[in-house]
């Protein structure tokens, strides 16, 4: 039975394509689940893609994640900076979780330096354009071969 990868994505990532290209590029968010889902099948992989505007939808599907995941790679987008929430949702999991962000956050304003989300990652992957979600994909199939 394929392992499963969730892939949670936090507010305004439904915008992806049309939000700010020259920070996040022209790709979709349709496009980032379609790349997923291509890489995941020949690993063995399946994919549970999820986007929400909503923190508590997000921590939901966390949850959700804790009983059926082999995996958690999030974009918590803006909650990444402020949700404690969230945080505390992924300390409840114990599977693989990787951090993702479209561009450096590290680059950016001083408001988006910190993470909370990266006191629970396993990895943090951020400057890689949407490819980040393909390098996490990576990853994540080596911990979970691992494990
Ligand atoms: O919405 C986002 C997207 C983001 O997580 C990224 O993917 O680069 C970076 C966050 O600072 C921002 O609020």
């Known amino acids: 039975?394929?392992?499963?990868?969730?892939?949670?994505?936090?507010?305004?990532?439904?915008?992806?394509?049309?939000?700010?290209?020259?920070?996040?590029g022209a790709q979709t968010l349709d496009d980032v689940r379609a790349m997923c889902e291509a890489a995941a099948a020949p690993k063995g992989?399946?994919?549970?893609?999820?986007?929400?505007?909503?923190?508590?939808?997000?921590?939901d599907w966390i949850h959700e994640a804790r009983e059926a995941a082999a995996g958690i790679i999030i974009?918590?987008?803006a909650y990444t900076h402020t949700s404690i929430a969230i945080l505390d949702a992924l300390n409840t999991c114990?599977?693989?979780?990787?951090?993702?962000h479209?561009?450096?956050?590290?680059?950016?304003?001083?408001?988006r330096h910190h993470s909370y989300v990266s006191a629970r990652a396993d990895a943090v992957i951020a400057g890689c354009g949407v490819e980040g979600y393909l390098l996490a994909l990576q990853r994540m199939a080596t911990l979970c071969a691992d494990a």
Do not use: D, W
């Open 75 to 77: 974009n918590p987008a």
């Open 1 to 24: 039975m394929a392992k499963i990868i969730y892939v949670l994505n936090g507010p305004n990532l439904n915008l992806l394509g049309k939000r700010e290209p020259e920070i996040y």
């Open 102 to 111: 479209v561009s450096n956050i590290h680059k950016r304003e001083s408001f």
């Open 45 to 59: 992989l399946e994919i549970a893609f999820h986007q929400s505007n909503a923190e508590h939808v997000l921590i």
């Open 94 to 100: 114990t599977c693989p979780v990787i951090e993702v």
